[in-house]
């Protein structure tokens, strides 16, 4: 049983750690608007990409829709750090009882599947390949996204599998 709790604590402790820093993103992007909005803004317009790049017929430049980019990033962050935090605080009021557990998981399935979709659908499909991000030296966010819905995906694989009954981190011998 104890191996259980042990398991069980190490799952709140990321998703603990995940919605922080999720929260925490979002929080940053809201109090330091403007540093992040460029990011956004230079993605958008293509203005770094390689310059005999024919596909910037695809960029945005209307401050209007550079805004509306910028704020479902910053409201896809704070949701994400939001049902992460919630899923957190669940798992905590119910880390004796397995069967609780595991249905307080379900937060943290949608915190993370939400910060998946933000970091590798928002920003490596749409800004990376979509609007060719990995081209920009100095508006490259691709490696950090990427590792960010890494992490997202690898939590939530490690939060699913079951903890009832092990015998050491996850056996189900």
Sequence with gaps: MKEVKVLRLCKVSICLALGAFSLLTG????????????????????????????????????????????????????????????????????????????????????GCTLGFLLWFGGFMLVGGEWFKMWQSERWNGVESAFWFALIMLAALIFVGQPEDNAKGFGSHE
């Design 27 to 110: 929080i940053d992007n809201f109090i330091d608007y403007d540093t992040n909005y460029q990011f956004v803004l230079h993605t958008l317009a293509m203005d770094t990409v390689f310059p005999v790049s024919s596909l910037k017929w695809r960029s945005i430049s209307s401050p209007f829709w550079v805004e509306v980019f910028y704020g479902l990033i910053i409201l896809g962050e704070l949701l994400t750090g939001v049902l992460l935090l919630v899923g957190t605080i669940q798992l905590v009021q119910s880390v004796g009882d397995g069967v609780r557990f595991s249905v307080a998981k379900r937060w943290v399935y949608l």
